[in-house]
């Protein structure tokens, strides 16, 4: 069964084919993306790596969790699902926002 790999810290100049090399020194690699930004077209520093073999992805983890890669000491953990993931805080909420705030109030000139 294949593992799938979370890869962090990237240098934002990584592709995939050089994530799919460096992996390939702990087995065999079916699949290495990166991830891309949609807006900017910029690597979001950060992608996954795919291995057949749950051994070598083990390996993986173990042997190239911290390496350098472009200059970055990269991080290397098994990807969760992502219902998993624990919940964004803060920021994104409330406010009536726009023009006049209050919309109940009204003035009778």
């Known amino acids: 069964m294949a593992k799938k ?10 592709n995939d084919a050089q994530l799919k090399d460096f992996f390939s020194a702990a087995g065999a690699v079916e699949t290495a993306t990166v991830i891309i ?5 910029r690597s979001r520093g950060f992608g996954f790596v795919e291995m057949p073999n749950d051994d070598e992805a083990d390996k993986a983890i173990e042997t190239l ?3 350098d890669l472009d200059g970055r ?3 290397v953990n098994e990807a969760r699902p992502m219902g998993e993931r624990a919940p964004r805080s803060g920021g994104f909420g409330g406010g009536g926002g726009g023009r006049g705030g209050r919309r109940d ?3 009778d000139f």
């Open 65 to 67: 969790n911290g390496k």
């Open 37 to 41: 930004d949609k807006m900017t077209g």
């Open 73 to 75: 000491a990269i991080v």
């Open 5 to 14: 790999l979370y890869v962090g810290n990237l240098s934002y100049n990584t």
């Open 105 to 107: 109030f009204h003035r």
